[in-house]
């Protein structure tokens, strides 16, 4: 509105190519507009999908409507990094047709043209995503969502849908979606392929020899897990657990149902064999105790890394929070791993290596408070005392926001960051039980969100923001040491 207000004054005082590079300028310092994270330049954003390391690109693909700044007919969106940090927007990618609306999903590299879809030479990007038939919805169906594919053989830039879609049809359930698919060796001990999909409140997995033809392996999680919500975006995930086992990871976002209230992730350990995932146990776990991390999947560039990024938002409030041309934000990339905690496995989520690139200044302090230089700025402290200690941010206007621990919990308070009514659910205090030691934090703060990272990702929250004005000042606690500020962007 405010950018408005100031180009309809010029417009009446100076000639029309003036008022046209005021409105460029205006742009460029869009309120909220985040320094470092992915957002898309108009419209709405959901989920990351399709999350690929092709030819030395990272390709992140996301749910996207670009005529409104609320959901609607959704597109596979597209952006390209070579560094992981920083991202050029492409056209978009998969359009939605008269089969449906083109919803979450992944994409992989059929190396050896197992769907016929491309040629040896040039083998195809398979993108497996979910239709979802809005016009079968609205007149009573129940068997709206099913699963097609698309395929490129340019590099994802530009995509073919499969002619025989869907490739696995409907069974007369209403939430049937989210494809994530992976390289998997068949019972036959053939090359072929595994599909992770959510299925309402379970998981269902099918496997394939060409990515054409599936057919359903076991179900997993009707009576396991949190239940408060439709299952949606799963991920299985192989990894090596700190004695050196391999265990398996399954990622499950929730909406509603998360500890923080809306949506969230949760995720099992435990173990896949012969199609079938075991869990070790019956605890649950949260992979963000933030209220602002959705529908995030992983992928990979070399083997037994997993990197993961997560749509930054909350359905509870998402089409209301105050951008104004665009809504939502990706996470910063994440990079997950096993660790061991009093005999119990979690998941750790730390911030990708490639982060580090983006420091552009660094400010070591010796005093305990100090002026933040930019609304781009990752803060790192080591804790000496770790049962608690606090950090407060402060803008010009007396707005806060302040991470604590205390009390075997770690907090974030959101509850006066400068605009939180859009939502009654919005300002709120975000906790997080912690019972070992809290050793280090960074922080990484931007124009709307701030990511806290203890022990380098044992513990996550992660929050969006609205300040009235950008964060000023930062005050540390006594007892937090060899603290150091960095600027953060991807330009020079
Ligand atoms: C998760 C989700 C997915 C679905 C997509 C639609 O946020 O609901 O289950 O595919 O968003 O945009």
Redesign the pocket.
């Known amino acids: 509105m405010k950018n408005y207000f100031f180009l309809i004054l010029f417009i009446g005082s100076f000639s029309c190519k003036e008022a046209i590079e005021i409105e460029f300028k205006s742009a460029e310092t869009e309120k909220y507009r985040p320094i470092y994270h992915f957002t898309p330049d108009f419209g709405w954003m ?2 990351p999908n399709g999350m690929v390391f092709h030819e030395g690109v990272y390709h992140l693909f996301y ?1 996207y409507y670009p005529d409104s700044t609320v ?1 609607g007919p ?1 597109h596979w969106g597209h952006a390209i990094s070579s560094d992981l940090v920083s991202w050029d927007r492409k056209p978009i990618a998969i359009y939605p047709d008269s089969l449906g ?1 083109i ?3 992944s994409a992989v590299f059929d190396r050896e043209n197992s769907s016929g879809l491309g040629s040896i030479e040039n083998p195809p990007l398979v993108a497996i995503y ?1 239709y ?1 038939d809005m016009e079968a919805e609205q007149s009573g169906a129940t068997d709206y969502q099913y699963q097609a594919i698309a395929y490129s053989i340019d590099q994802g830039i530009s995509w073919d849908k499969y002619q025989n879609n869907p490739v696995l049809p409907n069974q007369g359930i209403k ?1 049937f ?2 494809p994530k698919v992976m390289p998997w060796t068949l019972e036959n001990g053939n090359p072929g392929w595994l599909m992770t999909l ?1 299925v309402m409140d379970r998981i269902q997995f099918f496997s394939s020899e060409n990515l054409l033809d599936w057919k359903m392996e076991s179900e997993f999680g009707q009576n396991q897990g949190a239940h408060g919500g ?1 299952w ?2 799963p991920d299985l995930i192989p990894m090596t657990a700190p004695d050196g086992s391999q265990k398996w990871v399954l990622l499950v ?1 929730i ?1 509603p149902g998360g500890p923080q209230k809306g ?1 969230a992730t949760q995720y099992f350990i435990g173990d896949f064999e012969e199609g079938k995932f075991t869990p070790d146990d019956q605890l649950i776990r949260w992979l963000d105790y933030g209220p602002d991390n ?2 995030g999947v992983t992928w990979s560039n070399v083997e037994d890394r997993h990197l993961f990024i997560g ?1 930054m938002s909350n ?1 509870l409030y998402a089409q209301e929070v105050p951008t104004e041309k665009w809504r939502s934000a990706m996470t910063i990339p994440r990079e997950l791993s096993l660790f061991e905690v009093n005999g119990t496995l979690l998941l750790q989520s730390s911030p990708a290596a490639e982060m580090k690139e983006l420091r552009r200044k660094t400010y070591p302090l010796s005093q305990l408070q100090t002026t933040l230089p930019s609304e781009g700025v990752e803060l790192e402290a080591q804790i000496k005392n770790e049962e608690e200690f606090s950090i407060l941010l402060e803008n010009e206007l007396g707005e806060k926001v302040l991470i604590t621990r205390a009390n075997g919990l770690v907090s974030v308070d959101r509850s006066i960051a400068g605009q939180v009514d859009f939502h009654p659910d919005f300002p709120a205090v975000h906790s997080a039980p912690m019972s070992w030691e809290s050793e280090s934090i960074r922080i990484f703060l931007d124009a709307s969100s701030i990511e806290v990272f203890i022990n380098d990702g044992e513990l996550v929250l992660t929050s969006t923001l609205f300040p009235n004005s950008p964060w000023k000042t930062a005050r540390f606690s006594e007892n937090l040491s060899d603290i150091v500020v960095y600027e953060l962007n991807y330009e020079d």
């Open positions: 959901n989920d749910q959901w959704m609306y919803f979450s999903g979910t979802h939430d979606r989210d959510a439709v949606e975006c976002s909406n949506s959705y529908a749509w359905w």
